[in-house]
């Protein structure tokens, strides 16, 4: 089983809202068609796909139990000189409790050529679905990225 981020693409009048899910499943087409299953009705699109088998450093193993050092989502907000809207992303840290995670957080957001980076949001992934969620130090296995089109062919739209 792996761990999934999936991004989803509400749209609205003008503009797109987004929703970000994790998942656990066998394979990235596994996650998505457990995601149409539970929004069947709603008016989305998938926007990408992360498999998250490594992050700062650590492997991503589901089934095992947690200990000492836990999987965080962080929410990311900045803004580029000369471009009226903000800007997101998500950084995945791993660290032993909220307060250091947000500290790495805040270290690699000074990195960024960014105007006002700051966290709106910091999640602890423990548990998905059920599934405990651990980090192990290890080799670094590659993360998977799908996006839309890339959906829509695996999904056979």
Do not use: C, Q, W
Not at 27 to 48: I, Q, T, Y
Not at 53 to 82: H, T
């Amino acid at each position: 089983m792996k761990l999934y981020l999936i991004s989803l693409g509400m749209d609205t009048h003008f503009d797109e809202k987004h929703r970000y899910l994790f998942r656990v499943a066998a394979s990235p087409r596994e996650a998505l068609l457990a995601v149409l299953k539970e929004m069947e009705g709603e008016n989305f699109h998938f926007d990408s796909l992360t498999e998250i088998n490594y992050a700062d450093g650590r492997r991503i193993e589901v089934g095992k139990p947690p200990e000492g050092e836990f999987l965080f989502s962080s929410f990311v907000g900045y803004y580029i000189k000369g471009e009226p809207v903000e800007r997101h992303g998500i950084i995945f840290v791993v660290a032993s409790d909220s307060n250091k995670a947000k500290e790495k957080v805040k270290g690699l957001l000074k990195t960024l050529d960014a105007i006002s980076p700051h966290v709106d949001g910091l999640m602890e992934l423990k548990e998905i679905g059920g599934y405990p969620i651990a980090t192990s130090p290890g080799s670094s296995v590659p993360n998977l990225f799908l996006y839309h089109d890339e959906i829509k062919k695996l999904l056979g739209r």
